[in-house]
């Protein structure tokens, strides 16, 4: 595909349980972020993947929250043990190196 | 901490004034910026970048960069309700990681 694809586009779990979201960057794109976005918010970034870097994980709320990226193209960010407040709807972009990054369509996370 | 400052608004212009977004950066090697608007509901969509002092104009859209001041603004010509969303701005510093500003929400009265 041309854009940044995540999966899935609704996730709905129970409290406690482990989830895991997908994103498939723009090929050839070095970089990847992670945003998290509340209902009427601004985007909190979680992670930041460039190349071959270490990640700069700066913003990941707790210990719960993971992500990795496999080969320098897909990457899955890991919540465990998952709270109601972590219901929001997960972003992730990808970019050129030194450009401007494209969004996915999220995933909507809804813990009850 | 880099940060991206940014009126959160609301701004509520009527239909066919100009809408006038602003936006500060506190990282001085910041080279590269951005204009992103968000509908709700949906996600960022780039609209504008800009990457040297001055003016960029595409269509109805305007951004201005003033890299003395670290002050990127955005100007919407001839405004409609369209228009109306969240629109952020981002700066792009040295380790090439982007940074958003919490978003000014518009809103276009017909």
């Known amino acids: 595909g041309a854009g940044v694809s995540q999966s899935p586009s609704n996730k709905v779990t129970e409290k406690g349980k482990d989830v895991e979201l997908r994103c498939d960057p723009i090929?050839?794109?070095?970089?990847l972020y992670w945003y998290r976005q509340s209902l009427g918010q601004g985007l909190e970034f979680l992670i930041y993947f460039q190349g071959n870097s270490a990640p700069d994980k700066s913003g990941l709320p707790s210990d719960r929250f993971s992500a990795e990226r496999t080969g320098g193209s897909v990457s899955t960010l890991t919540i465990q043990r998952t709270q109601q407040e972590d219901s929001a709807v997960y972003l992730c972009?990808?970019?050129?190196?030194?450009?401007?990054?494209?969004f996915g369509q999220g995933t909507r996370l809804t813990v009850v | 901490q880099k940060e991206v400052e940014q009126n959160s608004g609301p701004l509520s212009v009527p239909e066919g004034a100009i809408a006038s977004l602003n936006c500060t950066y506190s990282?001085?090697?910041?080279?590269?910026f951005f204009w992103y608007r968000q509908y709700s509901g949906k996600s960022p969509e780039l609209i504008m970048s800009?990457?040297?002092?001055g003016d960029k104009e595409d269509g109805r859209f305007t951004a201005q960069l003033n890299k003395a001041s670290q002050y990127v603004s955005l100007l919407i010509r001839d405004s409609q309700p369209s228009d109306s969303a969240t629109y952020l701005c981002?700066?792009?510093?040295?380790?090439?990681?982007?940074?958003f500003g919490k978003g000014t929400k518009l809103t276009v009265n017909p």
């Open positions: 800009i990457y040297s002092n």
């Open positions: 090929s050839g794109h070095t970089a």
């Open positions: 981002a700066a792009q510093g040295g380790s090439e990681k982007l940074v």
């Open positions: 990282d001085r090697v910041s080279q590269s």
């Open positions: 972009a990808s970019s050129p190196q030194g450009d401007s990054a494209f």
